[in-house]
T-cell receptor
Framework: DGGITQSPKYLFRKEGQNVTLSCEQNLNHDAMYWYRQDPGQGLRLIYYSQIVNDFQKGDIAEGYSVSREKKESFPLTVTSAQKNPTAFYLC??????????FGNGTRLTVT | AQTVTQSQPEMSVQEAETVTLSCTYDTSESDYYLFWYKQPPSRQMILVIRQEAYKQQNATENRFSVNFQKAAKSFSLKISDSQLGDAAMYFCAYRSGVENRDDKIIFGKGTRLHILP
C-alpha cells in the first residue's frame, strides 16, 4: 500500500448522513492528498495538506471537510451538502521530490 | 496554471506489439516532474515511470519508456512487448519542482488501454 492505508474499502451510507473516510500514513511524510474518481474519469483534487493543522481546498472541495491534527492522519468527511457523493476516493502521500503514493481507495455508495 | 492533456481516451494494441500513449502539458516553470500512473481494474494507482525536467535523458523502466520533449511540452509513454496485464487506465501527471511552491499535483483525464490477445 505504499505506506498509506485507507479504510474501509467499501462504505455504504444513507442520503443525508455525514460519513468519514480514514487515511493513515506511517512514513512521516508531510503532504497528504484526497482525490475523487468517478467511473471512467480522471482524478479530481478535493483537499490537500502540506503540514499539520493546515490544509488547502482543491478543485472540488464543496461538500467535503478535512482535518490534520496529526501528521499521520488525514480523514475526509463527506457531508450531506455534497450533492453527488457516490464515488471512489483515493488518499495519497507525497514523497520528497517525487511522486504521489496512493492508498487502495474507498468506494463510497450513498443511497 | 498548469494543465495536463491526454488526447486519447482509449487505445487498443495487439499483444506483444508496441503502443505509445500521448501526454502534453502546459507550464511556465522550468523545474518540474512528470509521471505516468497505471490504474488496473483493481483501481490501485501504480507509479509506472517518472521524469525530472532537468534530465535530458528519457526515463526507462523495463518495457516502459518515455519520450520527453521539453520544448514541445510533450511526455509520451511507450509500452513495448505489450502484455495482457498492461490493460489499464493510464494517467499522466505533473508536479512543480519549484521549492516552497504549493504542491498541487495535476492529472490528465486518462487513457484506457486495451490489450488484444
Amino acid at each position: 500500500d505504499g505506506g498509506i492505508t485507507q479504510s474501509p474499502k467499501y462504505l455504504f451510507r444513507k442520503e443525508g448522513q455525514n460519513v468519514t473516510l480514514s487515511c493513515e500514513q506511517n512514513l512521516n511524510h508531510d503532504a497528504m492528498y484526497w482525490y475523487r474518481q468517478d467511473p471512467g474519469q480522471g482524478l479530481r483534487l478535493i483537499y490537500y495538506s502540506q503540514i499539520v493543522n493546515d490544509f488547502q481546498k482543491g478543485d472540488i472541495a464543496e461538500g467535503y471537510s478535512v482535518s490534520r491534527e496529526k501528521k499521520e492522519s488525514f480523514p475526509l468527511t463527506v457531508t450531506s451538502a455534497q450533492k453527488n457523493p457516490t464515488a471512489f476516493y483515493l488518499c495519497a502521500r507525497l514523497t520528497g521530490g517525487g511522486p504521489l503514493h496512493f492508498g487502495n481507495g474507498t468506494r463510497l455508495t450513498v443511497t | 496554471a498548469q494543465t495536463v492533456t491526454q488526447s486519447q481516451p482509449e487505445m487498443s494494441v495487439q499483444e506483444a506489439e508496441t503502443v505509445t500513449l500521448s501526454c502534453t502539458y502546459d507550464t511556465s516553470e522550468s523545474d518540474y516532474y512528470l509521471f505516468w500512473y497505471k490504474q488496473p481494474p483493481s483501481r490501485q494507482m501504480i507509479l509506472v515511470i517518472r521524469q525530472e525536467a532537468y534530465k535530458q535523458q528519457n526515463a526507462t523502466e523495463n518495457r516502459f519508456s518515455v519520450n520527453f520533449q521539453k520544448a514541445a511540452k510533450s511526455f509520451s509513454l511507450k509500452i513495448s512487448d505489450s502484455q495482457l496485464g498492461d490493460a489499464a487506465m493510464y494517467f499522466c501527471a505533473y508536479r512543480s519542482g519549484v521549492e516552497n511552491r504549493d504542491d498541487k499535483i495535476i492529472f490528465g483525464k486518462g487513457t484506457r488501454l486495451h490489450i488484444l490477445p
